[in-house]
Antibody
Framework: EVQLVESGGGLVQPGGSLRLSCAASGFTFSIHWMHWVRQAPGKGLVWVSRINRDGSNTNYADFVKGRFTISRDNAKNTLYLQMNSLRAEDTAVYYC???????????????????WGQGTLVTVSS | SYELTQPPSVSVSPGQTARITCSGDALPKEYAYWYQQKPGQAPVLVIYKDSERPSGIPERFSGSSSGTTATLTISGVQAEDEADYYCQSADSSGTYSEVVFGGGTKLTVL
């Protein structure tokens, strides 16, 4: 059974840091691109970041560039999100999601998600 | 930045057909994907590549795309279908294909 279990959320002051983890099981973690997607309370889904299979390629939404870092440890089947310089507007449930996308003929990789974790809540407040 | 536009809400009676639209300038060349999210739960993929249905998703869920609009259709709506629905596509105007979500549509079963 595919499982994605996020952890590491909590209450942090503005300007602080948190490291989220997503433990994967039930599938071959190393063959999948992985993502972080967030959802502010009562709001919609917003893509945050993605990482390719071996961790050599990462992409970020503009609003987290320079503050967040995505990484993975394929030996531990774990995805990470290091979040620095946190702001009140970063308050959200953070989901990790498994990608089952594809490359097109021009070399672009197109993502979509077949499994999501249950999420971990990050609250940024003083 | 690229946006996908969904109606905030759609209401239907049980047994009727619900249609949820997603509009975006790139949809003529990009696939649309649809996710269902019930309160307190993670999203679930219900349609991929415009019209394909993952295994385990009921046949009453279908998808289509024409021009700049993708549509999720739920035929014979059941009470359990009440949820938020999000479309997702891609913005490949830059150096990589960025994931984009619509704002979501709350489906209410009357």
């Amino acid at each position: 059974e595919v499982q994605l279990v996020e952890s590491g959320g909590g209450l942090v002051q503005p300007g602080g840091s948190l490291r989220l983890s997503c433990a994967a099981s039930g599938f071959t973690f190393s063959i999948h691109w992985m993502h972080w997607v967030r959802q502010a309370p009562g709001k919609g889904l917003v893509w945050v970041s993605r990482i390719n299979r071996d961790g050599s390629n990462t992409n970020y939404a503009d609003f987290v560039k320079g503050r967040f870092t995505i990484s993975r440890d394929n030996a531990k089947n774990t995805l990470y999100l290091q979040m620095n310089s946190l702001r009140a507007e970063d308050t959200a449930v953070y989901y990790c999601a498994r990608d089952i996308g594809y490359y097109d003929s021009s070399g672009y990789y197109y993502s979509h998600f077949d499994f999501w974790g249950q999420g971990t809540l990050v609250t940024v407040s003083s | 930045s690229y946006e996908l536009t969904q109606p905030p809400s759609v209401s239907v009676s049980p047994g009727q057909t619900a249609r949820i639209t997603c509009s975006g300038d790139a949809l003529p060349k990009e696939y649309a994907y649809w996710y269902q999210q019930k309160p307190g739960q993670a999203p679930v993929l219900v349609i991929y590549k415009d019209s394909e249905r993952p295994s385990g998703i009921p046949e009453r869920f279908s998808g289509s795309s024409s021009g700049t609009t993708a549509t999720l259709t739920i035929s014979g709506v059941q009470a359990e279908d009440e949820a938020d629905y999000y479309c997702q596509s891609a913005d490949s105007s830059g150096t990589y294909s960025e994931v984009v979500f619509g704002g979501g549509t709350k489906l209410t079963v009357l």
